[in-house]
């Protein structure tokens, strides 16, 4: 049993890091939020379009970096939740018999 205990665990711990893709989050840190990007004027030099197309790149990419990083803290979080579920599971497993003595022993001295 404590085997299965063990693979169901590292199930659910490979389950969340697929769900929450720390990889992925990791390599796209410095890309911008869902593409958005403006592009440079490639004509002339007009400062103001210039300055215009890096603030929206700049924002575009600060923003997605705030939104991965919540989403890695969560996914981490997550990760811990679970590993903390699946190590007391386990140790409730190994020591149910003494609980149960424990118990039996108690329901004994308190009909006395």
Do not use: H
């Amino acid at each position: 049993m404590p085997v299965i205990i063990i693979r169901g665990g590292l199930r659910f711990l490979w389950t969340v890091n697929e769900i929450f893709s720390f990889l992925f989050l990791i390599r796209t840190f410095f890309k911008p939020w869902k593409s958005i990007t403006d592009k440079y004027p490639s004509k002339g030099l007009n400062i103001g379009l210039i300055a215009q197309a890096f603030t929206l790149n700049c924002t575009s990419r600060i923003i997605g970096m705030i939104f991965r990083t919540v989403a890695f803290v969560i996914g981490v979080a997550m990760e811990l939740v679970v590993l903390a579920i699946f190590v007391s599971v386990l140790i409730v497993w190994f020591f149910f018999p003494i609980l149960i003595a424990m118990d039996v022993f108690y329901l004994v001295g308190s009909l006395s």
